[in-house]
């Protein structure tokens, strides 16, 4: 079983839906959780960040995380065909020197117009 | 300063062979990973240098892989006798020493063994 487990999707929503993503993880010493959004062949873009459990919103994009359910989410309202990408969940234990990330498998998202 | 750089953006071979992939970070971050990322999958560590030295590598790092960062700058990534297993996108990312906020990432580099 992977550590971070991610539904690769696609996910096919019209334009102005909100999309909702999710990962689920197991390591519990998980403190610091990423979105990253990754258009064809492209590298990962960081959407957002959050430290431990609660909300953060960025605009259009929120995130959330319960760590008591190991279950982080992100949100992207009035969703636009630019949105369409894969979504990439990623995670670290501590803020500390090297923090590789360990990522989902990402989801891919389609907007339609 | 136009972000990560990756050069080659693609590269086909034929096993058996070396390649070398190059990685130019932003000037001013001080570390610098490699991760590879196979189709449909996410990316998965590799190996990490804080500036010229190389702190962490991955299991996923056989004998036949070498990274190196000389002076602290550029990075290589060699892979040698090449298989068809290492056909996958080679990314790399940089990231200053409060890199916990996530770090930049290059386009990679698609390598694809025949």
């Known amino acids: 079983q992977k550590e971070v487990e991610q539904d690769p999707g696609p996910l096919s929503v019209p334009e102005g839906a909100i999309v909702s993503l999710n990962c689920t993880y197991s390591n519990s010493a998980f403190q610091y959780f990423m979105w990253y959004r990754q258009y064809s062949r492209k590298g990962p873009e960081l959407l957002m960040y959050?430290?431990?459990?609660g909300n953060k919103e960025d605009g259009r994009f929120t995130a959330q995380v319960d760590k008591s359910s190991k279950y982080i989410s992100l949100f992207i309202r009035d969703s636009q065909p630019s949105d369409s990408a894969t979504y990439l969940c990623?995670?670290?234990?501590?803020?500390?020197?090297?923090?590789?990330?360990?990522f989902g498998g990402g989801t891919r998202v389609l907007v339609k117009p | 300063d136009t972000g990560v750089s990756q050069d080659p953006r693609h590269k086909i071979t034929k096993r058996g062979q070396n390649v070398t992939f190059r990685c130019d970070p932003i000037?001013?971050?001080?570390?610098l990973y490699w991760y590879r990322q196979t189709l449909g999958q996410g990316p998965e560590f590799l190996t990490y240098?804080?500036?010229?030295?190389?702190?962490?590598k991955s299991r996923l790092l056989s004998d036949r892989f070498s990274a190196e960062r000389p002076k602290g700058s550029f990075s290589t990534l060699e892979i040698q006798r090449t298989e068809q297993g290492d056909s996958a996108m080679y990314l790399c990312?940089?990231?200053?020493?409060?890199?916990?906020?996530?770090?930049?990432f290059g386009s990679g580099t698609r390598l694809t063994v025949v």
């Open positions: 000037s001013e971050h001080n570390r």
């Open positions: 990623a995670m670290t234990p501590i803020k500390a020197a090297g923090n590789k990330l360990t």
């Open positions: 240098f804080q500036n010229e030295a190389q702190l962490e």
């Open positions: 990312a940089s990231s200053s020493d409060m890199g916990a906020y996530g770090y930049t």
């Open positions: 959050t430290y431990s459990s």
